[in-house]
C-alpha cells in the first residue's frame, strides 16, 4: 500500500521561505509524477506544481512560478517543494499526492498525504 508522509509546514513571516518533504513508502511502480495542491480555509483546492516520473521535469502554476521549485530524490523517495518569497496568500494546507502523469488535476492522483499546515503572517 502505497503511503505518503508530508512534513515541514509552520509558521513564517512574508518574504520568509519554507521547505516541505513529501515522502513516498510502499509504491511497486519505480517511477511516479507527484503533484502539489494546497486549500485555504473558504476556497477550493488548488494544485500549484508537478514534478514528472520520466525526466524531473516540474511545472509551476502562475500563481508561484519564480517563487517555488519542486525536486525529488529518487534514492530516498522524497519529493521537496521549496518555497521562498512567501505571501500571505500561500497559507493553507498543503498536500502531496502520486499521479501517473505530472498534472495539476486532482482527481488524476492516487494517493495523498496527511497534509501540513502553512502559514504566512506578520
Known amino acids: 500500500q502505497v503511503q505518503l508522509v ?32 494546497r486549500q485555504a480555509p473558504g476556497r477550493e483546492r488548488e494544485g500549484f506544481s508537478c514534478i514528472g516520473s520520466s525526466d524531473d521535469s516540474a511545472y509551476y502554476a502562475d500563481s508561484v512560478n519564480g517563487r517555488f521549485s519542486v525536486s525529488r530524490d529518487k534514492e530516498k523517495n522524497t519529493v521537496y517543494l521549496q518555497m521562498d518569497n512567501l505571501k500571505a496568500e500561500d497559507s493553507g494546507l498543503y498536500y502531496c499526492a502520486t499521479a501517473a502523469l505530472c498534472t495539476l488535476v486532482a482527481a488524476y492522483h492516487t494517493e495523498w498525504s496527511q497534509g501540513t499546515q502553512v502559514t504566512v503572517s506578520s
Open 6 to 37: 508530508e512534513s515541514g509546514g509552520q509558521s513564517v513571516q512574508p518574504g520568509g521561505s519554507l521547505r516541505l518533504e513529501c515522502v513516498v513508502s510502499g509504491s511497486s511502480i519505480p517511477y511516479y509524477s507527484v503533484g502539489w495542491f
